[in-house]
């Protein structure tokens, strides 16, 4: 058997859509853990369009995660599961 590959993960957000990540990043995070526990995901964070600046809120244009898994198909499967992808916030068309 092959080991298992490392996938980098960039999801881009849909427009618009800064209030619904908010709003459901608790459950995202929530339902992320079993998941890292158990090794498919190493690291991951909210990308930004520049460096955060004292006083104002970050600028997030998505998500970069790094998955340990054997297939794509395994990856993309526990993305289409993510409260947001189902909630609109990562950009399925990207």
Known sequence: MAPKQEWM???PDAAGKLSKRMEVRPDHLNNLKPHVDSGLWVFG???????IKEGEPPKINGSVMLAVADTKEEVMKN????V????????ESK
């Open 9 to 11: 993960v960039i999801l």
């Open 45 to 51: 964070g909210a990308s930004l369009d520049e460096p």
């Open 79 to 82: 993305v289409k599961e993510d």
């Open 84 to 91: 947001y992808f189902k909630s609109g916030v990562w950009d």
